[in-house]
């Protein structure tokens, strides 16, 4: 009897090891498939899972996330096709409507130099306005297009500080007929950062870009030691709804004045591409734009974002 018992607590023990490694093997192959398939999500590859489990469960399951795989590539090669196609639609409409605007807006120019009745003079200025506009929206497209397709430049050691101050420079006078007077906060020590220096400036114009298109007399500019700079002012036409809207493509507000919309969708596509990030944030009537550029260039967001 006793060695029966003994028998019996050996082969419990046994199916218990056995149970124990099976558990331990099912945990090691679900944690490979999960890093395996945040890799294969992060890069572009070619490469499916694979496990060491001969389990059929854990098997079956390798082969339904390999076969969404598949298919999340076919969708990531169709989007990457329709937005290179996109682009290059953009840009060659944008071109070959340039040349027809430059003639128009000679002719208007020659049409200045004539004698025309009253009427005939008010309706030239409303066509010398529109002609203007559109003008203006497709340099904005060919600029969007073009910063799309740019490659990225060579990052350098950039001082926030002294960017923020040339740039509210370069836009002084925006600012003044806008009735704007920056209250600007930056800290002694100097914040440097590495970062593409002309997209840089070319952000931070869209962005002051934006608050002259919104603000009706106010604007403070605050910039931290930990890299996160602060644009904030009233912003009566625009809601919370709205401001979640502003980095799309496209989108304006009626009262926000001219313009196609890409503005803050650039200052994101760049600003992302330099490792930092961008938030655009309405209350009680104040829209604030947050950029945070991290310490060393990443593409990871960080945790300042949600």
């Known amino acids: 009897m006793v060695y029966i018992?003994?028998?019996?607590?050996?082969l419990l023990g046994?199916?218990?090891?056995?149970?124990?490694?099976k558990i331990l093997l099912l945990r090691r192959s679900a944690e490979e498939l999960r890093c395996g398939l945040q890799d294969r999500l992060d890069t572009d590859t070619n490469t499916l899972l694979s496990i060491p489990s001969r389990d059929k469960a854990m098997c079956r399951l390798a082969a339904g996330l390999?076969?969404?795989?598949?298919?999340?590539r076919r969708e990531r090669r169709r989007c990457q096709n329709g937005d290179r196609e996109l682009k290059?639609?953009?840009?060659?409409?944008s071109h070959d409507l340039r040349t027809p605007l430059t003639a128009i807006c000679g002719y208007l120019d020659l049409l200045e130099g004539e004698e025309k009745s009253e009427t005939a003079a008010r309706y030239l200025n409303l066509i010398r306005g529109r002609t203007d506009h559109l003008r203006g929206l497709m340099e904005e497209f060919f600029r969007y297009s073009a910063v799309l397709s740019a490659a990225s430049a060579e990052a350098s050691a950039v001082n926030l500080n002294r960017e923020v101050e040339e740039a509210?420079?370069?836009w002084y006078a925006a600012l003044s007929a806008a009735g704007i007077t920056p209250v600007v906060d930056l800290p002694e020590r100097p914040v440097v950062r590495r970062l593409d220096r002309e997209a840089l400036v070319r952000v931070l114009g869209n962005v002051l870009s934006n608050a002259v298109k919104y603000s009706p007399g106010d604007l403070r500019v605050t910039l931290t030691e930990d890299g996160v700079l602060t644009?904030?002012?009233r912003a009566p036409a625009l809601t919370a709804v709205l401001a979640e809207k502003l980095f799309d493509r496209y989108f304006t507000v009626e009262s926000g004045g001219q313009g196609a919309g890409l503005g803050l969708s650039i200052a994101r596509h760049l600003t992302e591409?330099?490792?930092?990030?961008?938030?655009a944030d309405w209350q009680d009537g104040v829209l604030t734009v947050r950029l945070l550029f991290p310490e060393g260039k990443t593409k990871e967001k960080s945790s300042f974002f949600p």
């Open 231 to 233: 644009f904030s002012n």
């Open 14 to 21: 046994l199916a218990i090891l056995l149970l124990v490694w």
């Open 273 to 279: 591409r330099m490792g930092g990030g961008i938030t």
């Open 5 to 10: 018992l003994c028998a019996l607590c050996v």
């Open 66 to 72: 390999n076969d969404q795989l598949r298919q999340l």
């Open 168 to 170: 509210l420079a370069a």
């Open 88 to 93: 290059e639609a953009v840009a060659n409409v």
